[in-house]
């Protein structure tokens, strides 16, 4: 397995990974719609352009099959949104997202980048001890408007 910045020739495994991703996490409460128009209008606004211009999205590659990928779009002087890592469900616990997270977060040092926004839900226990391993501590939360 090896851990290379995604080209645009990884497109039909991103979309694939992108839209498994939206079906499987639920993101700070928000249900964004596991639709192909959502995979539309984020590879278009969002991922190609992040390719395009060789910015932090990776992809995990086993001998040409894409597995895992960690798109962090968005960025801004000094933060990165990241929109998400996933790995397929047969390669978990086998350190691939941990890969995928160093190398994204070793991108976004080299560039200045000091805080990553994770819509990492508090009920999502891998993606939680994810950033932990990493070393991450969280700084903010995100409160559901419901009085
Ligand atoms: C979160 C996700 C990317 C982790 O990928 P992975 O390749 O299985 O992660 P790794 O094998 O590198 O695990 C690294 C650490 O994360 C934590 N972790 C990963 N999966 C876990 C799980 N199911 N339960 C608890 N901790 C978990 C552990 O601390 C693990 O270290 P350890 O194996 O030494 O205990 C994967 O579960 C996934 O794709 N989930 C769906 C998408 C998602 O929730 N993304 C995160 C929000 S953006």
Redesign the pocket.
Known sequence: MIIRPATLEDEPSIREMYLA?LN??E?FGYDIPATPESVEKAWKSRFRPTIESKGPIFVADHEGAIE?FVAMTGLIPIKAI???????PA???????????WAAKKWCRQLGVEKIF???SLT????L??M??LGEEPVAFAYNLTA
């Open positions: 991703f499987e996490v993101a895992g990241n929109h998400g890592v996933y790995v397929r390669w978990r616990r086998q350190g691939v997202g941990y890969a995928l997270m994770d819509m990492v999502n226990e891998a993606g001890k994810l932990a391993k």
